[in-house]
């Protein structure tokens, strides 16, 4: 069974940071491209980040490039997600997830607000 489990959320104010991280379990977690999603009150599912199963490519929207850092620890079944100047749009529940067939955690929240 395909667990994900993310941590690391929370509220700052804009321009501060935060790192989201997610513990996986049940399947072989090198071997998965990975991401992160959010969903925002009242809207759909936005990919944030996608990181390949080696971590060596990394793909990320306009709206979070040169922000947000995605990387894993393939060591130790973790996918990370640093995310530095944070706006108030970038609040929103965070889901790890497993890009093939979009599997994902329970969530975290973050929110932005001064």
């Known amino acids: 069974e395909v667990q994900l489990v993310e941590s690391g959320g929370g509220m700052v104010q804009p321009g501060g940071s935060l790192r989201l991280s997610c513990a996986a379990s049940?399947?072989?977690?090198?071997?998965?491209?990975m991401g992160w999603v959010r969903q925002a009150r009242g809207k759909g599912l936005e990919w944030v980040s996608t990181?390949?199963?080696?971590?060596?490519?990394?793909n990320y929207p306009d709206s979070v490039k040169g922000r947000f850092t995605i990387s894993r620890d393939n060591a130790k079944n973790t996918l990370y997600l640093q995310m530095n100047d944070l706006k108030p749009e970038d609040t929103a529940r965070y889901y790890c997830?497993?890009?093939?067939?979009?599997?994902r955690g329970q969530g975290t929240q973050v929110t932005v607000s001064s």
């Open positions: 997830a497993r890009v093939p067939d979009g599997s």
């Open positions: 049940g399947f072989t977690f090198s071997r998965f491209p």
């Open positions: 990181i390949s199963p080696g971590g060596g490519s990394t």
